[in-house]
T-cell receptor, first 112, second 114 residues
Framework: DAGITQSPRHKVTETGTPVTLRCHQT?????MYWYRQDPGHGLRLIHY???????DKGEVSDGYSVSRSKTEDFLLTLESATSSQTSVYFC???????????FGPGTRLTVT | QKEVEQNSGPLSVPEGAIASLNCTYS??????FFWYRQYSGKSPELIMS????GDKEDGRFTAQLNKASQYVSLLIRDSQPSDSATYLC??????????????FGRGTQLTVWP
């Protein structure tokens, strides 16, 4: 998985609780991305980062926030989890010269 | 909103056949195109990148790009059961705030039967 890890790999949480997912890379890539993947929707971008403390919204950012205090770590926070946020979350790192992206192993999140 | 459409599938081919996967995209400004393979329960894996019109070959895989028709395809020759997966087409945004962002199709599920 190109030096990318995600934690936790599985999580079950209750509606209304905050949840933080972590993405860690050892490739020193400047660009990092958070996606969610749902049946019938494919992969959709939540937020992305183009450097430490530099982040921007993707197409499905409502209900999510991110932070990047170090090059290697990109955190995704669900402020108050809802059942609609039950999904598989993938982190990716980007080679900006070629626009290639490499994905982490994913986190399966269930909100009950 | 940038649209990326793939043939919905599922696609089923016998072992040894050629599997053809197709993708069209809506924004002519896009210049970079990618194919990912995703096995069930796993993460997407980049298998091909293509940036110029024409064909690009890598082993049993050939990506074909036609920017005028806004069409990109992936051919898998001598298909093997291990090729059974979902194939995702991704298109780079091409300009402004979408530069560097990838837009994905919903994927085509391929089954190769022995």
């Amino acid at each position: 998985d190109a030096g990318i890890t995600q934690s936790p790999r599985h999580k079950v949480t209750e509606t209304g609780t905050p949840v933080t997912l972590r993405c860690h890379q050892t490739e020193n890539h400047r660009y990092m991305y958070w996606y969610r993947q749902d049946p019938g929707h494919g992969l959709r971008l939540i937020h992305y980062s183009y450097g430490v403390k530099d982040t921007d919204k993707g197409e499905v950012s409502d209900g999510y926030s991110v932070s990047r205090s170090k090059t290697e770590d990109f955190l995704l926070t669900l402020e108050s989890a809802t059942s609609s946020q039950t999904s598989v979350y993938f982190c990716a790192i980007g080679n900006r010269d070629l626009y290639e992206q490499y994905f982490g192993p994913g986190t399966r999140l269930t909100v009950t | 909103q940038k649209e990326v459409e793939q043939n919905s599938g599922p696609l089923s081919v016998p072992e040894g056949a050629i599997a053809s996967l197709n993708c069209t995209y809506s924004d002519r400004v896009s210049q970079s195109f990618f194919w990912y393979r995703q096995y069930s329960g796993k993460s997407p894996e980049l298998i091909m990148s293509i940036y110029s019109n024409g064909d690009k070959e890598d082993g049993r895989f050939t990506a074909q790009l036609n920017k005028a028709s806004q069409y990109v395809s992936l051919l898998i020759r001598d298909s093997q059961p291990s090729d059974s997966a979902t194939y995702l087409c991704a298109v780079e945004g091409g300009r402004g705030s979408t530069l560097g962002r990838l837009y994905f199709g919903r994927g085509t599920q391929l089954t190769v039967w022995p």
